[in-house]
């Protein structure tokens, strides 16, 4: 099989860099899986890594779309796909890397995402709804029908939850049974996967550091610049983490002050979801960073592992 590593955990523990170093040690190229960073025009509210800050390792799925773009689940796995086959070409080893723990799922274990009708009235009637009732409308109704999806999405995922909706009402099974079964597929990949942890309290703080150097840089100016084009506020994409709540600001809705304490709490809770949805995963390697004196020593066990796994450079 194909090697794959995946380097994986909550926002703000300290991916990018580390990344980035194994890259550069095993031959690597990397596929992000963060479900925001596809979006163009939205780079300092998605902690977009930079191409000056890329060290020359090519990085794939990372701005591909517009904002008022539709992307989801299936369009990433298939692009994703094409990233591997393309880094395989080049005799290289591709490194998964970001939070969205969903993306990564699909990937790694081959998800069959069948087409649930072409019949596209049903979901936009539920996007008209969501616009109109808010995101909350249609979270009661897959609370109603599937609470345990439900327990699984947060309620401002409109994408997820109008999903979830949509598959139940073409195939009459709740995504939830669907999820189950496709979880237990073996991965095609010779897979390595990785989440990074810190201890909670850390990771606030760097959440919350994360956030104020996002204000420092321009957060602001990025969120009004997006208005300013005509991007609606119900787009998915500014539904993301900093977009919302600096929108609401922006429009009169809430002081700023209100909107950053927002966004630094919504954030950890975010985190504490991801970590949820990784301890699900039964082949997961934790690594927390508490354990190693620095970033040196994390990347010489990265690679003792790579080693273990018969994950080197292809070269």
């Given amino acids: 099989m194909q090697p794959l590593i995946v380097l994986a955990g909550p926002t703000a523990v300290g ?33 977009k890594v930079l191409p000056e800050e890329q060290q020359g390792v090519p990085h794939y799925l990372i701005d591909c779309c517009e904002p008022d773009e539709e992307f989801h689940v299936v369009e990433y796995q298939r692009a994703a796909r094409e990233a591997l086959q393309t880094i395989y070409s080049h005799g290289a080893i591709p490194i998964l890397t970001g939070g969205t723990g969903f993306y990564i799922q699909a990937l790694v274990r081959d998800i069959d995402f069948t087409e649930t009708g072409g019949d596209t009235a049903y979901r936009h009637g539920l996007e008209e709804q969501a616009a109109a009732e808010g995101c909350e409308a249609l979270y009661a109704q897959l609370l109603r029908l ?11 995922n409109i994408k997820r939850v109008i999903r979830a909706l949509e598959y139940f009402h073409f195939t009459g099974e709740k995504i939830s049974e669907h999820n189950r079964r496709e979880r237990e597929r073996r991965s095609p990949y010779n897979t390595l996967y990785l989440v990074l942890n810190r201890e909670r309290a850390e990771l606030y703080r760097r959440i919350d550091q994360r956030v104020d150097l996002m204000l420092e840089q321009g957060l602001v100016a990025e969120v009004e610049s997006l208005r300013q084009r005509g991007y609606s506020r119900h787009l998915v994409s500014m539904q993301g983490l900093g977009y919302k709540e600096i929108w609401e600001a922006l429009a009169g809705e809430i002081p700023m002050e209100e909107a950053i304490y927002k966004l630094k709490r919504d954030t950890r809770h975010f985190a504490k979801r991801q970590l949820t949805w990784f301890r699900r995963e039964p082949e997961a390697v934790w690594l927390n960073w508490e354990d190693y004196a620095g970033e040196e020593e994390m990347l010489a066990q990265i690679l003792s592992l790579c080693r273990e796994r018969g994950i080197m450079t292809l070269q």
């Fill in 146 to 156: 599937d609470p345990e999806a439900a327990a699984e999405i947060h309620p401002h």
């Fill in 15 to 47: 991916k990018t860099s580390l990344s980035i170093r194994l890259a550069q040690e095993i031959g690597g190229e990397i596929v992000s899986a963060d479900s925001m960073q596809v979006y163009r025009q939205m780079d300092i509210g998605t902690a």
